[in-house]
């Protein structure tokens, strides 16, 4: 199970190519496949990104991404999503949010994931392979095992 190589553009901005330009040992993705998974999406946002910049992941060699996975679209569609994801999403989670358009079946299977009933968070070596999957929204339980699984990786 990996990562399949795909281009996209981070909601920031940057043209992104992923596995190649993910810049840590680990990488924690939170993939959602569903429009109304956004709400389970952002309940892990203020964990990790509290992990990231004040806790235990601070100065430590993983970083964390939510990538949200849609189907291909005609391109004007794709982009007036785009707008309206950019302009819903903090300013710092800007760099970490980057949306996907791609056949959804065949992105998953290359990841593992069986179903996209619920949010799946992966851990992700930097050369796209995935070595941890937790399924659904953020509970204290699904944190503290997700932060264990990482601090047993690193």
Not at 54 to 74: A, H, R, S
Not at 115 to 134: A, H, Y
Request: aromatic share 10%; with cysteine.
């Amino acid at each position: 199970m990996s990562f399949p190589q795909t281009e996209t553009t981070a909601l920031s901005r940057q043209a992104i190519t992923l596995p190649k330009d993910f810049k840590h040992k680990l990488n924690v993705c939170v993939f959602g496949f569903k429009k109304e998974q956004k709400v389970d999406v952002k309940t892990w946002e203020p964990f990790l990104l509290d992990l990231k910049q004040n806790g235990e992941w601070k100065d430590k060699n993983v970083d964390f991404y939510v990538i949200p996975t849609m189907p291909q679209l005609f391109w004007l569609i794709q982009n007036t999503i785009f707008e309206a994801m950019y302009w819903g999403t903090q300013t710092e989670m800007l760099q970490r949010s980057i949306p996907i358009h791609t056949n959804q079946d065949e992105f998953r299977k290359s990841l593992g994931i069986e179903s996209d009933s619920e949010v799946c968070v992966c851990v992700i070596e930097k050369e796209g392979k995935v070595l941890s999957k937790l399924n659904g929204a953020f509970t204290k339980e699904k944190g503290q095992e997700l932060l264990q699984r990482v601090n047993e990786l690193l």
